[in-house]
């Protein structure tokens, strides 16, 4: 065999050789990147737990009663996690009966509450079958037990506030109030309620 042949066949092995260690690296490589891939999907999923801690009591789903400018009403209401614990999704359903001043009618809404990026602060978006939107910022008392939002204010709009508040005996009590924008901090009571939790 010639010097160029065995020149030859030993650039083939050479070559074959690193091919045979660019493919373990490249294994090794997509092991260790799944490993680490892992590692922050569940860093992640710690940090949404704790993240959402003062939230647990809310979570589930409640029977509500309510009355006010709308009139009388009940229905039912969750709290559930989505999006792998990134946002909690609220979901509504009320029924008005018929009265003398109205039909009979059924109120829904939703409302996507998340962490806001870049801040220190809870958002939550809420939407109706009548049309509205309305951009709140959450803010969850001291003790724990009493859950505000506020809408953001907006030239020549009124004011809103929802607040949850969970009593001793884990009952909900609901009131959802207006203020105009002439006088931001005086609200009226336009919606008021009570719940008691079904499941979760």
Known sequence: MSWKN?????AITCSVSVCRSE???????????????AWLSSEAA?????????WGPLLGTWVAEGKGAPGSGAGTFSFAYDLQKQVIVRKSHMDYPATAEHKAFAHDDLMIIYREQGAEKTRADYF???????RYTADISGDKKTLTLRSDPQPSQPVFRLTYNIGDNGRLTIKFEIASPTAPQEFKVYVEGSAHKTSG
């Not at 690296?25 to 260790?32: D, G, I, T, V």
């Not at 109706?128 to 309305?134: F, W």
């Open 128 to 134: 109706d079958n009548e049309g509205h939107v309305i």
């Open 23 to 37: 493919s373990g690296m490249k294994r090794s490589a997509s092991f260790l990147i799944l490993i680490a891939l």
């Open 6 to 10: 065995k020149a030859e066949r030993r």
């Open 46 to 54: 710690a940090d949404n737990q704790s993240m959402w801690q003062d």
